[in-house]
């Protein structure tokens, strides 16, 4: 008789089901090589290159900080905005090693490394879903090349956890995963990041199957996220009243749209086309969404209808958690404000949209149509992207680093206790001991 385990022990398998085999060495060498494309893409891109010498946001004026001022261990327990960092203050504890001058270089290059094994784990991960090759390698470096993830969110540490969420997913659905790094993995991914806990019944249902190293420590962090955020204390970005038709509009911009287009290209599209470019964007999703729920097996279909969910979920919380009038589409910017928002939500729905490409079988009428879909979209995203490169504002024109670093020495020098190092966003700053700045 078939007891209840064996019989959940079943459905999980058939919904994350187990590659056929491991990668080979060839495939190794040649995820190595994408890894080592993939950083150096982010680093020397021109936003990427700008990078190098220009230290985002909280990298600075909390984690670089808090490194220099408390003890390593309350540093990484320590919550900001209403969660743990653990992973952006660990690296942090690493780039304050350095000499100050290498901070924002440090910070850009850990940032770029960790982002590209995020798409390592997307490729390796997505092998039990997607039977193309190319597919799996499309799907991977859009982590990479995505226009929305390469400006506001572009080698910082402060918006990595974008990432790592859509990396948590991977890693949970890879049940053939290399156990003790990919552990260590979600693990940090978990106290990283405020919204894991949309994974949670993916690792549950990974409980139901042997190997179960991942989704215990992937659980674990989970459980430690949440005792802090229940304690720690979150200021709010503002206390305007949310909009829910604004939030539909915004949604509907910021994933779909923005998916296709990037988010710079917005502001001239939905002024100009107005809600025509989201009905085209949604068509576009739509077709080999609806194509993957009807020709892939349990697992992707499964996936396609996860993966869409989550693009919601994501984009819907961010909005009503954060809500503030700049949000709003009728901003001159329309969807810039928070442009954060858009990469883990674009990420899922092009997992739900290239399942749907992949499982499309041959010489059936249907594959005409998502042929026509696979173009719209290939062509879509490769214009985004070269357009986006050639975006004068995703580059940082504040003060760099070097020479933030060089005032901070000249105030300590003409009699400062402490300096003042300015950092990007304009306006932004910290304040260390003088003996900090080396001086």
Known sequence: ????????????????????????????????????????????????????????AEDGARFTVDALSLPALHNLVTPYGGYLH????????LVT???????????????????????LIAFAGSKSYLRSTPWRFALAALVIVLPAGNSETLNNMSNLHWFLLYGAFWALLWRNAPRVPVAIFVFLAAVSSPLVFILAPIALVR???????????????????????????RNAYSHDEVDPVQVLLASLLRVPVVAFTGSER???????????????????????????????????????????????????????LNWAQVLQVQTPDVVMAGQRYSIAPCLFLFTAIFVGLDATPARTW?????????????????????????????????????????????????????????HEPKDWFFIVPCRSVGR
Request: proline letters at 5%; one cysteine or more.
């Open 266 to 320: 917005v502001s001239e599209f939905y002024p100009a086309h107005g809600n025509l470019v989201i009905l085209l964007a949604l068509l576009v999703a739509a077709v080999p969404m609806a194509a993957g729920l009807r020709f892939a097996d349990r697992a992707g279909r499964t996936l396609v209808l996860v993966a869409a969910a989550y693009s919601v979920i994501v984009i819907v919380a961010c909005l009503v």
């Open 86 to 93: 653990t992973l952006p203050r660990l690296v942090a504890e």
């Open 207 to 233: 409980l139901l199957q042997q190997r179960k190293e991942v989704p215990l420590t992937f659980l674990a962090g989970l459980a430690v996220q949440a005792v802090v955020m229940v304690f720690a204390s």
């Open 97 to 119: 090693l350095l000499p100050i001058e290498w901070t924002a270089a440090g910070f850009a290059i850990i940032a770029a490394m960790l982002r590209a094994l995020v798409a």
């Open 1 to 56: 008789m078939t007891t209840t385990t064996e019989r959940g022990r079943t459905l999980a398998d058939g919904v994350i089901p187990l590659p056929a085999d491991p990668p080979h060495e060839r495939a190794w060498l040649g995820m190595t090589a994408a890894y080592l494309a993939s950083v150096a893409f982010l680093l020397l891109i021109p936003a990427g290159w700008a990078r190098l010498d220009h230290l985002w």
């Open 366 to 422: 249907e594959r005409a149509v998502v042929a026509g879909s696979r173009y719209l979209v290939g062509i879509a995203v490769v214009v985004s992207v070269f357009g986006h490169l050639r975006e004068p504002d995703t580059v940082l024109k504040g003060v760099p680093w070097d020479e933030s670093v060089a005032r901070a020495r000249a105030q300590c020098a003409a009699g400062a206790a402490d300096a003042r190092l300015e």
